[in-house]
């Protein structure tokens, strides 16, 4: 499912423009000003996002030139100018697109198709795109070996991110300690299985918000354990 983050001052428009793409299928985000814009279109990951040009706090030009310096995400910008010069300005600074309130909703969603639709043939015409895991907010770059919890970059040390990995790979599976220790070290286990429990148990204070209450790898008591999704 693909994520749109609408920022846009005008709640009943990005109200609207919210309801018809979850319609369609598209997983929406809403900021209502710029700083506060800006700040989750860097902190968070997403495949578009549509930009008002009029903000409080920080335009939408220069939130666009922000964004355009560390992240190649698609930008459609909305304005209720209609002057060529700042359609050309947009664009300059990176915009993928421009387009002049009012608008109907069924056009928005037309080009928001469109525009992901276009960068998602420029990766592919590209270089091969990273084997990613993505459960409830975690991410799992296994190529880049990097991982992130809503947005936020969590740091493992390599046995710690092959196990996460591995479970995550293979969910709502249960396996035993013995199975983990065998497949992630490599070697015989006998007597280096509690190895696995502690490995489990600092993965869980890096992607649990409650270690005594875990949201992705489950205790299976007297077995193992099983990540859930």
């Not at 209720?80 to 697109?97: Q, Y």
């Given at each position: ?6 920022i ?7 109200e609207?423009e919210?309801?018809y793409l979850?319609?369609d299928g598209?997983?929406v ?5 710029g ?8 902190e968070d990951?997403f495949?578009l996002?549509?930009l ?11 939130i666009?030139?922000q ?5 190649n995400?698609?930008?459609l910008m909305v ?5 060529d010069?700042d ?7 990176g915009?993928?697109d421009?387009?002049?309130k009012p608008f ?5 969603v037309?080009r928001?198709k469109?525009h992901?639709?276009?960068?998602e ?5 590209g270089?091969?795109k990273?084997?990613?895991?993505e ?8 190529t880049?070996r990097?991982v992130f ?7 493992f040390?390599?046995k710690?991110?092959d ?5 995550a790979k293979?969910?709502n599976?249960?396996?035993s300690?013995e199975?983990l220790?065998n497949k992630?070290?490599?070697m015989?286990?006998?007597g280096e299985?509690?190895?696995v429990?502690?490995h489990?148990k ?6 649990e918000?409650?270690?005594s209450?875990p949201q992705y ?10 990540f859930?999704?």
């Amino acid at each position: 499912m693909s994520r749109i983050l609408i920022i846009e001052d005008e709640l009943s428009i990005a109200e609207l423009e919210k309801d018809y793409l979850e319609i369609d299928g598209f997983e929406v985000a809403l900021e209502l000003s710029g700083d506060t814009g800006l700040a989750t279109a860097l902190e968070d990951e997403f495949d578009l996002i549509i930009l008002d040009v009029m903000l409080p706090e920080i335009d939408g030009f220069e939130i666009c030139k922000q964004i355009r310096e560390q992240k190649n995400t698609p930008i459609l910008m909305v304005s209720a100018k209609k002057e060529d010069i700042d359609k050309i300005r947009g664009l300059g600074l990176g915009a993928d697109d421009y387009i002049t309130k009012p608008f109907s909703p069924s056009e928005l969603v037309a080009r928001v198709k469109a525009h992901l639709a276009r960068y998602e043939r420029l990766i592919s015409s590209g270089m091969p795109k990273n084997d990613i895991v993505e459960i409830r907010g975690l991410k799992i770059d296994t190529t880049a070996r990097r991982v992130f919890l809503n947005g936020e970059e969590k740091f493992f040390t390599t046995k710690e991110f092959d196990l996460l990995t591995f479970l995550a790979k293979n969910p709502n599976r249960v396996f035993s300690k013995e199975e983990l220790f065998n497949k992630i070290w490599d070697m015989e286990s006998v007597g280096e299985i509690a190895t696995v429990t502690v490995h489990i148990k600092k993965i869980r204070e890096k992607i649990e918000y409650s270690t005594s209450k875990p949201q992705y790898i489950e205790t299976i008591w007297g077995v193992g354990y099983r990540f859930k999704v």
